[in-house]
């Protein structure tokens, strides 16, 4: 297949690539190089990419209209996944403009292309971070999640809202898939298993937020992964026992399907500091802090949607994960 992935220079896109290249799709990455964190972890992982000859890099802007016109009508893809956006719920709070450029406008122009240039099947990242103020756990794509509590995560519920309005009217199938704290080998420099490796190695203190009495649905990146290739392959289909009299938040009528991809095993905040502690052989300083806005004390993913749909369910367990990661930034930065 001829597959487009958005966002080929970032964390996930970056894997999603290497994964569908190893099985022998054609895959054209875009990704626009920001300078949200340093852009030269996103060479790098691009540098990995180009050695495979059925590899294509566009650089280039979700928000541009224009571009991303000439990149559909060329492009001729089978299949999109769309994983470029303005990512962080703390950033949301700084620069909310770029929010609604990548997320909104952006993902506009991405449902644009594939409506008129006979996409198959769009999979796109949304977030658990959609699920707010919802305190029932595990979250359950079947709950509503009319209450965000960033910016961000409104920008992911919009994106899910957008692509239903798609499904319905021209027949597009599509995807969302929530995504819970993904970490692993290549992570963005702004997530806390990132932080906290370099201030550790580095003697600094680390920043311990809500005083450590978080607990999160950490799920590692290849797991993250193989959820977004099942459901890729899984095109997504109507329900024909919805009904708009007992609405089910997580299908449709139309070809729309939202999944959740988490671990299903959340972790301590501190449990998760005591596997990093032990993997590098040091004790952390720690800064305990009150929660910030925005975010959420607890996440849980139920992915029995997932299963039942996909036959999938990460099982990584954090131990080895966060083991993996270390060994990854070890040999990356060349660090003894």
């Known amino acids: 297949m001829n597959i487009l992935v958005t966002g080929a220079a970032g964390f996930i896109g970056f894997h999603v690539c290497q994964r569908l290249l190893e099985r022998g799709e054609c895959v054209t990455g875009l990704d626009n190089l920001n300078d949200y964190y340093d852009a030269s972890l996103k060479d790098a992982r691009l540098e990995r990419l180009k050695p495979y000859d059925d590899f294509r890099f566009v650089k280039a802007d979700l928000a541009d209209r224009q571009a991303m016109e000439?990149?559909?009508?060329?492009?001729?893809?089978?299949?999109?996944?769309?994983?470029?956006?303005?990512?962080?719920?703390?950033?949301?709070?700084?620069?909310?403009?770029?929010?609604?450029?990548?997320?909104?406008?952006?993902?506009?122009?991405?449902?644009?292309?594939?409506?008129?240039?006979?996409?198959?099947?769009?999979?796109?990242?949304?977030?658990?971070?959609?699920?707010?103020?919802?305190?029932?756990?595990?979250?359950?794509?079947?709950?509503?999640?009319?209450?965000?509590?960033?910016?961000?995560?409104?920008?992911?519920?919009?994106?899910?809202?957008?692509a239903h309005t798609y499904s319905h009217l021209y027949g597009m199938p599509t995807t969302g898939l929530r995504f819970f704290t993904v970490y692993g080998p290549w992570g963005r420099p702004d997530m806390a298993l990132f932080l906290f490796t370099d201030a550790i190695i580095n003697g600094r203190p680390i920043k311990i937020f809500n005083y450590g009495n978080h607990r999160r649905d950490f799920t590692y990146i290849d797991d993250i992964t193989e959820g977004v290739i099942r459901t890729l392959d899984h095109t997504a289909e109507s329900n024909p026992e919805w009904s708009g009299f007992n609405p089910d938040p997580g299908s449709s009528k139309a070809p729309w399907r939202v999944y959740n991809i988490g671990n299903s095993k959340p972790v301590n905040l501190m449990d998760y500091i005591g596997a990093l502690e032990r993997e590098l052989g040091k004790i952390a300083e720690k800064e305990f802090l009150?929660?910030?806005?925005?975010?959420?004390?607890?996440?849980?993913?139920?992915?029995?949607?997932?299963?039942?749909?996909?036959?999938?369910?990460?099982?990584?367990?954090?131990?080895?994960?966060?083991?993996?990661?270390?060994?990854?930034?070890?040999d990356y930065y060349g660090v003894a």
């Open 70 to 162: 000439e990149l559909f009508r060329f492009g001729k893809f089978d299949k999109v996944v769309n994983l470029a956006a303005q990512a962080g719920v703390r950033y949301s709070l700084i620069n909310p403009y770029s929010y609604i450029d990548s997320n909104i406008q952006g993902f506009l122009n991405i449902l644009e292309g594939c409506r008129h240039n006979g996409v198959a099947h769009l999979v796109y990242a949304s977030s658990s971070s959609v699920y707010g103020a919802n305190e029932t756990m595990p979250f359950s794509v079947h709950d509503n999640v009319d209450h965000p509590l960033s910016l961000y995560a409104a920008s992911k519920k919009a994106n899910e809202l957008m």
């Open 290 to 330: 009150p929660m910030q806005p925005g975010d959420v004390p607890d996440t849980y993913a139920d992915v029995d949607q997932l299963m039942q749909d996909v036959h999938y369910k990460p099982e990584t367990p954090v131990e080895a994960g966060v083991r993996r990661f270390v060994a990854w930034y070890r």
